[in-house]
């Protein structure tokens, strides 16, 4: 469907920008912060460590001017776990209070809007040693730790996220630091009991954001993408049916209907692997209603019909399809482009993933992340000129107008990242910011903020309401 007129983003529109606590803040243990699983995770060889990083957490007020210069409506950002309860439960450290009051009200200051993910990937490592998410009781640290989130920042956030990127944390685990690391006789039974934590943990968060902050808004944010059949052969097509089932629609369909999708239950019973549901569970999953969904959005993916044990591969990195045997395996699409990390290209995709989504569940949609990393090369007169990235988000911002002339409702765009961070695979090399921070690896220099070239454009976009 082409149109000779886009429709004009909202005056109301949220053009904002995201990081995470563990990518950006530093400070990994100061002011009472326990270690998060990320902490304690092995480090990819070659890249830095997450002790410092962007030093955020003494750079905030800084960085938060840059924010109203680069013209940023909202901010989303999360919180880390370990920086108010540093065992996961227990004793409140109000020093991670006042970290992040003094955060929010700086933002406020500024008339950006705060968008708070509650969980970024950063389990408290205490929580983890007594089973993490296999272990029922941290859906109940976690639903404490939403109530006291509510009660001290409440009166200043309205726009809360519950879980970023849940479907990763279970297809990519070990990637990210986040799995299990109990042996148990039935890892995918496990896996999926986790999950099945999570999505209980999420739903008493979304219950208790409505009945303790009426007027605030909360919803889920996974990693979703469109998938496509590697051919027109009816097998192809049903592999995608199964992974867009298995990858989106399992997190999805529970977080707004209350219920789990029929192809993904199939896939558990198939496999032995179906959590135990605990009686009330269901009833809490129904109660919890999401007012919007947050996406995340990189890439499309692409499958293929199953051919055998072979299929379920991976290369550790998020948007590399694991295949299910007897379900799909990952496949590449000619027709796209990929960066200079292996990740495909594809704006279009962006438009469809829209499409699918509203289609499926009519909520409001805000995208929560999206961007390019690159090696960003610093010229002598200090200039970054990322046009690569320039180029990447222009495309994606003009099949969001697409998408709102198709009729979805569409009230923000937070793209990957405000500034400069450590990347879960690359470090700190690997950059998607809008602003520069000078520091290598294992050289720390004197971590200078300067503007790269996107910074000007994305300002002007945001200044000309995304014309």
């Known amino acids: 469907m082409s149109y000779e007129k886009t429709e004009q983003f909202p005056k109301d529109f949220l053009w904002g920008a995201s990081t995470s606590a563990y990518q950006v803040e530093g400070a990994w243990d100061e002011d009472g912060k326990g270690p998060s699983v990320i902490d304690m995770a092995n480090v990819v060889a070659g890249t830095t460590d997450i002790k410092v990083t962007s030093d955020h957490y003494h750079h905030y007020k800084q960085d938060v001017k840059l924010f109203s210069e680069l013209g940023l409506k909202a901010y989303r950002f999360s919180i880390a776990w370990t920086r108010i309860y540093p065992q996961g439960d227990g004793e409140i450290n109000m020093k991670g209070i006042e970290f992040y009051n003094n955060l929010i009200n700086e933002l406020l200051a500024y008339g950006i809007v705060p968008i708070v993910t509650m969980y970024h990937f950063d389990l408290p490592y205490a929580l983890a040693e007594k089973g993490g998410w296999s272990n029922r009781a941290t859906v109940n640290a976690f639903a404490d730790f939403s109530k006291t989130l509510f009660e001290y920042f409440g009166d200043r956030v309205n726009y809360w996220l519950t879980i970023n990127e849940q479907n990763m944390m279970i297809l990519h685990g070990d990637a990210l630091g986040t799995s299990s690391c109990t042996d148990v006789e039935n890892p995918l039974q496990d896996l999926y009991q986790q999950n099945h934590h999570m999505l209980l943990a999420q739903a008493k968060a979304m219950v208790l954001c409505h009945e303790m902050l009426p007027a605030a808004k909360i919803g889920p944010a996974p990693n979703i993408s469109s998938i496509y059949p590697a051919s027109s052969k009816p097998e192809d097509v049903l592999a995608a049916n199964n ?49 919007f969904i947050a996406f995340n959005y990189y890439s499309t993916q692409t499958v293929a019909a199953s051919t055998g044990k072979d299929d379920k591969n991976s290369t550790g990195d998020q948007q590399i399809v694991v295949g299910e045997e007897g379900m799909y395996k990952g496949a590449s699409n000619p027709n796209l482009s990929v960066n200079e990390f292996g990740w495909e290209i594809d704006p279009v995709g962006f438009r469809n993933t829209f499409r ?73 090399s690997k950059r998607y910011g809008f602003i520069h921070v000078n520091r290598d690896e294992f050289d720390l220099k004197d971590l200078q903020r300067s503007k790269k070239k996107s910074f000007y454009w994305y300002q002007d976009l945001i200044n000309s309401q995304g014309c």
């Open 243 to 291: 992974c867009s089932a298995i990858r989106n629609w399992l997190y999805l369909d529970m977080a707004v209907y209350g219920r789990y999708n029929n192809i993904a239950w199939s896939f558990l019973k198939l496999r032995n692997a179906l959590p135990d549901i605990a009686d009330g569970d269901m009833a809490v999953m129904a109660a919890a209603k999401p007012d």
């Open 356 to 428: 699918e989504i509203y289609e499926r569940y009519a909520l409001p949609l805000i995208v929560t992340e999206n961007g390019l990393g690159a090696f960003d090369k610093v010229e002598q007169d200090g200039s970054i000129n990322d046009d690569y990235r320039i180029e990447y988000l222009a495309q994606h911002i003009e099949q969001i107008q697409l998408a709102v002339n198709d009729g979805v409702e569409v009230f923000g765009y937070c793209p990957w990242s405000a500034i400069d961070l450590v990347s879960t695979h690359q470090g700190c």
